[in-house]
């Protein structure tokens, strides 16, 4: 199950209004909501559950949220975007969900002053927004289990430091998304 929730309701008519905070892995700020992440390991999906804007505690969850494939591992506000790393993709969600790119994100990541975002993938580093990125492909490092970086500003430069440690992920991070169908069936027990 994805959330545990309880209900609240209206005083006047006592009708479902929203539910509480869902139980995630990750949570993140977007503009003036909170937004937490649930990965539901039997589709290998992650709902984005986003909560009604300027009420951090109210989620409506049958209306506000968007499906991912994978397992996210990056989750950040940024300019007028909120970036969405995944083990499979990286994602922008601005009006609508965009995917930036093929391959996933490593882990955390670091913002500057002017709120560009640096993380780490398995190409290498790469910047937000505007999406680009910055490790030439013949010297991209190898991805291990857990990335932590820092940012160091330094002689008029800024120099992104990235620490890896544990084992070495030898599997790619780029496998291709195949869902799964949804099927539904009538009341007469048809499926359609």
Known sequence: ??????????????????????????????RNQVAIAAYDSA????AL????????????????YVMVAGRVRLLAGAQDYFLIGTDRALYALGESL?????????????A?????????????????FPFEPMTEPAHVPETRETVLLGLLPWSGSAYCIAHQTGETRTA????????????????NGIPI
């Open 49 to 64: 559950y986003f909560s009604r804007p300027d009420y951090p505690h109210e989620f409506r969850l049958e209306q506000d």
């Open 98 to 110: 965009a995917t930036l790119a093929d391959y996933g994100a490593s882990g955390p990541h670091v």
């Open 1 to 30: 199950m994805l959330f545990r929730s309880r209900l609240k309701y209206s005083a006047t008519d006592r009708t479902a209004l929203y539910f509480s905070r869902p139980d995630g892995e990750f949570v993140a700020a977007r």
């Open 112 to 128: 500057d002053e002017r709120g560009t975002l640096y993380f780490l993938t398995p190409r290498g580093l790469c910047r937000a």
């Open 172 to 187: 790619p991070q780029s496998v291709p998304y195949l869902p799964k169908p949804i099927i539904a069936v009538h009341a």
């Open 43 to 46: 589709t290998d999906r992650t």
